[in-house]
């Protein structure tokens, strides 16, 4: 069962909701609303599911209504309609002390500007959750201690958060949500008031926390490229309304309207595109039935200079090239092994684009890739620069 | 205008203190007699007991540390109060400064819980700014009247009027200081799940108090105000000097009593404004 549900959550900010709510479920528009009625459209039925231990990244413009949604998730901001499941319950209409007894401990929150109390030090603002849960003193200052061990910040427990840095000041935000072991972490765009060195490298450090984590992650951004860093799945919000949901590659590939495509166009695709997502289907031969005239001929045909050799298994051998090839149809040599070329440029399926990058640079062959010492695909350079470009990216390729 | 006859409010004023005056009398005595003999006690019994070489010197000593260990407050206690001792006011001071503690502590009392209510609460914040303003408009001397109806006069009524006139401050600041801890503080308050008296005491209050500060060191300020004023209905000391200098005409008197206020004020203020620090502040 999913940790988080989130159920046509809406919010509409101002003064006699109902007559906007109907307008909504009419299929106004979020601008229509507002010159009939007055009503801001915060969130517009928005529905999604974050499963255990995901990073989940709601992405979206300023206005877009990412930091509202947040809120009523932990009910910082009350619903107007729609329901939110933590564990299956519903926190919308759950009384006040429930709702307390949730915050506590199941949902910690991060804060774009940090949210640090000035007055107290790091370590008393690590502490912060524990003391409102009524822990002793000793057992809470040993666990805030180990959750500021884990940013990385142990020394500066009697510091004053107006004495560190900014990503220091986040990374206490940080240890504070984590001191209380919640089941759900909510990080309303975290990194994104530090400058973009400290945000990539917290952004790496969130992903190795996370790795031994396994946190379940509601995750608020406005920097695209973050979120395709970070989530596991995206979803994407325009004018208050979830506009897609899938994985990175998802949204990339397939955007589900031209808001979407508009938005993805800019992105640094190399980041985020893997081998799998541009290589082609191999033309190979088969070491064991075929001799040099079938590789030739099989060459001429698809207008290629050379070919990978396989076996049955499509275990990789290596590859020959068109020279080689008729040079041994004239000497009558039979066998694909003597003129069998073993120096291949090999990627894992996985490899990001970025790295394809400077293999294919040095290589006259297309690269090689794999699966398992399998031959799945091949790269050639066309392919790469196309999808760069953002366009003619094999989808195929993808196995699902 | 001639159709409506003059409105019969200062009749209404007056009854209606009657009334009060009446209905609580047991209150109102119990606090003159009983109330008065302790601030009497206070003043007479406990600090003209201390020789005034032990007070100067402890208070100078506490100025040190107070101003962080800086030479120039204590020096400025030791002659000031030097100095009104040498005049032959120190029993005058002494009084002066009781009624300033018990006018300041009271207003303080009265003052933070409204200003936390007016805080938390927009229908009391709407109610109560237009009684602060009247309370800090209508001139002092008036409150004087209801205070000698009450109390008769002596220390208790110059205590009465003082903290009317003072307490708007304390209110004031307290509800700005409350208000203006940033709303994103507020949300990271409530989503770890504090109560609304968690919220109040480990987060607003503590952030806040820098401002409150600012608000109780107006209100004893003003307390002083009243010491001149409170003096025309009995409230012993250095005021009483001074309009015995008015009545007789005679400057000297009247100054040399100022002074002694004028002493006793940047004393208290400094003292109050020193105090005013926050954890974690960058200097």
């Not at chain 1, 951004?221 to 860093?229: M, N, Q, S, W």
């Not at chain 1, 993805?264 to 033309?283: F, G, H, Y």
């Amino acid at each position: 069962m999913p940790v988080v549900q989130v159920k046509n959550l809406s919010k509409i900010f101002g003064k006699n909701s109902k007559k906007a709510t109907r307008l909504l479920d009419e299929g106004l528009s979020k601008d229509e609303i507002l010159k009939k009625t007055g009503n801001t459209v915060g969130v517009n039925r928005a529905s999604f599911d974050v499963e255990e231990g995901e990073i989940f990244v709601i992405m979206g413009l300023s206005g877009s209504g990412k930091s509202t949604l947040v809120r009523l998730v932990n009910r910082l901001i009350e619903p107007t309609e729609g329901s939110v499941l933590i564990d299956g319950k519903d926190l919308a209409t759950m009384d006040s002390k429930s709702l307390r007894e949730v915050r506590r401990e199941k949902l910690s929150m991060v804060f774009q500007r940090f949210g640090l109390f000035p007055h107290r030090t790091v370590l008393e603002n690590a502490e912060f959750g524990l003391e409102v849960q009524g822990m002793d003193k000793e057992e809470r200052k040993k666990k805030a201690q180990k959750s500021l061990e884990l940013v990385g910040l142990g020394d500066y427990v009697n510091q004053y958060p107006g004495q560190l840095s900014g990503g220091m000041q986040q990374r206490v935000g940080l240890a504070r949500a984590l001191a209380n072991d919640p089941e759900v972490l909510l990080m309303d765009e975290a990194f994104s008031a530090l400058d973009p060195l400290i945000r990539k490298e917290m952004q790496d450090e969130l992903l190795e926390l996370q790795e031994s984590m396994k946190k379940t992650i509601l995750f608020i951004t406005h920097d695209l490229d973050e979120a395709l860093r970070i989530g596991d799945r995206i979803a994407l919000m325009k004018d208050g309304r979830i506009v897609q949901i899938g994985t990175p590659e998802e949204i990339l590939v397939n955007p589900a309207n031209d808001y979407v495509e508009k938005f993805v166009q800019d992105v640094d695709r190399s980041k985020v595109l893997t081998a799998e997502n541009i290589m082609k289907r191999p033309e190979t031969v088969d070491i064991e039935k075929h001799g040099p005239r079938t590789a030739l001929e099989r060459m001429r045909k698809e207008g290629l200079s050379s070919i990978y050799v396989t076996d049955a298994k499509r275990r990789l051998y290596g590859y020959v090239t068109a020279d080689d090839v008729s040079e041994a149809t004239k000497e009558e040599v039979k066998d694909l092994k003597d003129i069998l070329r073993t120096e291949v440029p090999k990627v894992d399926k996985t490899t990001s684009m970025h790295e394809i990058f400077n293999i294919i640079h040095d290589t006259a062959v297309p690269i090689a890739v794999m699966e398992d010492e399998k031959l799945v695909g091949i790269i050639v350079r066309g392919a790469v620069i196309a999808a760069l470009a953002g366009n003619e990216v094999n989808i195929n390729g993808i196995d699902s | 205008m001639e159709l409506i006859p003059k409105l019969p409010v200062a009749e209404w004023i007056s009854d209606a203190t009657d009334w009060l005056t009446d209905t609580f009398e047991f209150l109102f005595d119990f606090v003159k007699n009983d109330f008065g003999d302790f601030i009497e006690f206070f003043a007479e019994s406990l600090l003209m007991q201390i020789p005034i070489w032990l007070f100067i010197a402890v208070v100078a000593v506490l100025a040190f540390f107070v101003s962080k260990k800086r030479i120039g407050l204590p020096v400025f206690v030791i002659f000031g109060l030097w100095f009104i001792q040498n005049q032959e006011l120190w029993e005058e001071l002494m009084n002066t400064f009781t009624l300033v503690i018990f006018a300041s502590l009271i207003s303080v009392i009265i003052g933070v819980p409204f200003g936390i209510w007016m805080a938390k609460n927009k229908v009391v914040e709407t109610l109560l700014t237009p009684v602060l303003d009247f309370m800090q408009t209508m001139p002092a001397f008036v409150y004087l009247i209801p205070a000698v109806a009450f109390f008769s006069i002596g220390m208790v009524p110059g205590v009465f009027a003082s903290v009317i006139f003072a307490t708007p401050p304390t209110v004031r600041f307290t509800n700005l200081g409350i208000r203006q801890v940033s709303h994103e503080l507020i949300e990271a308050s409530d989503a770890f799940g504090t109560t609304g008296a968690q919220k109040l005491f480990k987060v607003q209050l503590p952030m806040a108090k820098k401002t409150i500060m600012a608000g109780i060191n107006q209100t004893v300020m003003l307390a002083l105000s009243m010491v001149v004023i409170a003096s025309m209905i009995g409230a012993k000391g250095l005021g009483q000097t001074v309009i015995t200098g008015l009545q007789r005409a005679d400057v000297g008197t009247g100054f040399v009593a100022g002074l002694g206020i004028v002493i006793l004020a940047i004393i208290i203020d400094r003292f109050t404004q020193n105090l005013n620090t926050q954890r974690g502040d960058q200097s």
